[in-house]
Nanobody, 120 residues
Framework: QVQVVESGGGLVQPGGSLTLSCTAS????????LGWYRQDPGKQRELVAR???????NYADSVKGRFIITSDNAKNTVYLQMNSLRPEDTAVYYC??????????????WGQGTQVTVSS
């Protein structure tokens, strides 16, 4: 079994900062990719940022220069530092992990989501 748990969401004013964290635990052999997606009601889930096991990163154009994704491999944890937040960043943020499990195979897991609201 593998669990992916996010934390750190909340309400923040425009221009403010917030940091999300996500930890994967359980029968993990290796983690290939960790990432963050977000979803507004009525919209498709979209990639925000991802980081691979070799520390290669990708960002959505809308967050480049404002958000930073980092990982702590020893703790199986990924962080998303969000700066200069805008009302359009409001969404439920989901953690995503591609994990190699004991017994073989590569599997995708999602967290339960954490709400980020940017409003004055």
């Amino acid at each position: 079994q593998v669990q992916v748990v996010e934390s750190g969401g909340g309400l923040v004013q425009p221009g403010g900062s917030l940091t999300l964290s996500c930890t994967a635990s359980g029968s993990i052999v290796s983690i290939y990719v960790l990432g963050w997606y977000r979803q507004d009601p009525g919209k498709q889930r979209e990639l925000v940022a991802r980081i691979t096991s070799t520390d290669s990163t990708n960002y959505a154009d809308s967050v480049k220069g404002r958000f930073i994704i980092t990982s702590d491999n020893a703790k199986n944890t990924v962080y998303l530092q969000m700066n200069s937040l805008r009302p359009e960043d409001t969404a439920v943020y989901y953690c995503y992990a591609e994990i190699g499990r004991i017994g073989g195979g590569r599997f995708a897991y999602w967290g339960q989501g954490t709400q980020v609201t940017v409003s004055s």
